[in-house]
């Protein structure tokens, strides 16, 4: 920590002037070197300094004494933010005004008698500004003020959740690995997903779609990645519920603030979301793990003990942020609650609760979260641990004689990923996913290089039976291709073969499609009226019937 005199070697001669008189020494430097050195001699009296200590207000001798707390230092925003505004004054203004002889905060009492400085850190995201207890102060002030201040603690006492507020319980499971797995199948398909996933809010889809580019399973262009999907799913349901939370937990591309709901960044902010997810972790890991805890108070107490937990440099008027809901500027710490508390409420009931960690309490069974306690695999997530999961018993694949197919979470994921791509996707039904084989779907999975052989052996090694009806069409299928279609046409009867040929040589030849006949043809749905032109311009009427 920067010493007394290199502290006040920054002021100017007049400041140096005002220290003198708050700690009522005289003052007889010619210039400011030489009132750097009287200043240090004299400041550096343990009786001296007992006097001054003496004249200091209870909220002085609060911040005095939090600092030393904080190694005798902390980002000057935040000390300001505590203990109030240093007014930022010119050396002439200074001498009309004189703040020293009236200072509007602790801060400023503090910072006219030099007992408190500003200075420039080295942190991890680069030089600071901190406001710090001088080194040689600091020792003799916290031993001056009592032995029993001198290392007061930073409190953080989070409130017991009432019982109001756990009314309605989600505990948490392994569920997350089924989602994995329909959005997983969707994404391959094209698919929209949302018909295998109940319950499941928008925001949770988006954080599993952004981890699955975060570890790797979709490539740059969003698109799925098949071989890492695969050894994915090669993977234990517990091997892949602790990749997903320590992917999660590390990374620093995975912005969680981005995916906070009601929240819109603009621009390019310097995020560190990993640090982040460690301090949340480190506050929880003091807690009772078989204890309820306030979601409303856990916040209240970051606020108050680490409320630059995710702007190290008190950044709140430079970051731009709104509110999606409002189209408003969240600028300013007066906004904490809504930026740094909804994301915070976002991991507690967000991310943290989807892979596990914690169970959440209700006041209404719709509401949101009110409350938390550790889940009975926490303990292993926090320490990075394999989780000790509850067993699932492997179920075989159903198939009905009209195609089809029921496949609860008892399936293995890798099965059931690769037997949804060839099919359609019907509304979970008593707790399972249902789909059916169509010649559409079968189409689809041909268009991406699915072949209906591997949907036979598929269902030859998983399905408790396959009826016969089924085997034969499918066997069919990948020999012949579809062997009947049933579809809405628009066709067009002309008068003679001459009519017909007189139509394919005009510009209306676009609209013919297919020809069945000498005479009949299959057009575009909705060109009758450009072919009705045509017609009679070539010298025929065209007669439209239902």
Request: glycine share 6%.
């Amino acid at each position: 920590m920067p010493d007394l005199r290199h502290s006040l070697s920054k002021m100017d001669y007049n400041h140096l002037k005002i220290v003198a008189e708050k700690w009522r020494l005289p003052f007889t430097a010619p210039d400011a070197r030489e009132g750097v050195k009287q200043l240090v001699e004299h400041l550096l009296d343990f009786e001296t300094l007992q006097e001054i200590l003496e004249t200091l207000t209870s909220p002085e001798k609060e911040a005095l004494l939090w600092l030393d707390s904080l190694d005798g230092k902390e980002p000057w925003p935040h000390f300001i933010r505590r203990f109030g505004e240093v007014r930022e004054m010119g050396e002439g203004r200074v001498d009309r005004e004189r703040p020293d002889r009236d200072p509007t905060s602790p801060a400023e009492g503090l910072w006219y008698r030099a007992l408190v400085a500003r200075g420039f850190f080295e942190t991890d995201s680069g030089p600071l500004e901190f406001a710090y207890i001088p080194g040689d102060i600091r020792s003799m002030v916290m031993i001056l003020l009592g032995p029993a201040n001198s290392s007061l603690p930073r409190e953080f006492v989070c409130r017991k959740a009432i019982l109001r507020e756990r009314k309605h319980l989600l505990t948490t499971s392994d569920i997350c690995l089924d989602h994995t797995c329909t959005l997983l199948s969707g994404l391959r398909m094209n698919l929209d997903p949302d018909v295998h996933l109940p319950g499941v809010s928008q925001n949770e889809a988006d954080f599993y779609r952004t981890l699955f580019s975060t570890i790797g399973l979709l490539a740059d262009d969003e698109s799925p990645a098949p071989e890492k999907i695969r050894n994915f799913f090669d993977k234990t349901l517990e091997e892949r519920l602790l990749l997903l939370w320590q992917t999660w937990r590390t990374s620093d591309t995975h912005q969680d603030l981005s995916l906070t709901p009601d929240i819109q960044i603009e621009g390019i902010l310097e995020l560190t979301p990993g640090r982040v997810r460690e301090l949340v972790i480190s506050l929880l890991k003091n807690l009772d793990p078989k204890t309820w805890w306030s979601i409303e108070s856990f916040i209240s107490q970051v606020k108050e003990n680490y409320p630059d937990f995710q702007r190290i440099g008190g950044e709140y008027d430079s970051w731009y942020i709104k509110s999606k809901s409002t189209g408003e500027y969240l600028r300013g710490f007066n906004h904490w609650d809504d930026v740094e508390g909804a994301l915070l409420k976002y991991l507690l009931a967000g991310p943290m609760h989807w892979l596990g960690l914690l169970d959440l309490g209700l006041i209404e069974e719709d509401g949101q979260p009110a409350s938390f306690r550790f889940s009975a695999y926490a303990d292993n997530l926090i320490n990075n641990q394999v989780p000790s999961l509850t067993g699932r018993n492997t179920e075989k694949i159903q198939i009905r004689s009209k195609g089809e197919i029921r496949m609860t979470t008892n399936v293995p994921h890798k099965t059931r990923y690769q037997v949804a791509r060839f099919c359609e996707w019907h509304p979970v039904k008593a707790e399972a996913y249902l789909y059916a084989i169509s010649p559409a779907s079968l189409s689809r999975a041909e268009k991406q290089g699915l072949r209906v052989a591997h949907l036979l052996s598929l269902l030859k090694k998983y399905s408790e039976v396959i009826p016969p009806n089924i085997l034969a069409a499918l066997e069919r299928w990948e020999k012949q291709g579809v062997q009947s279609s049933v579809a809405q046409k628009t066709i067009l009867r002309l008068g003679s073969p001459v009519v017909l040929k007189s139509l394919k040589k005009s510009k209306a030849s676009r609209y013919i499609l297919e020809q069945l006949g000498p005479t009949v043809v299959i057009i575009r749905e909705g060109s009758e009226d450009k072919i009705a032109e045509v017609l009679v311009e070539l010298g025929f009427f065209l007669e439209l019937e239902d």
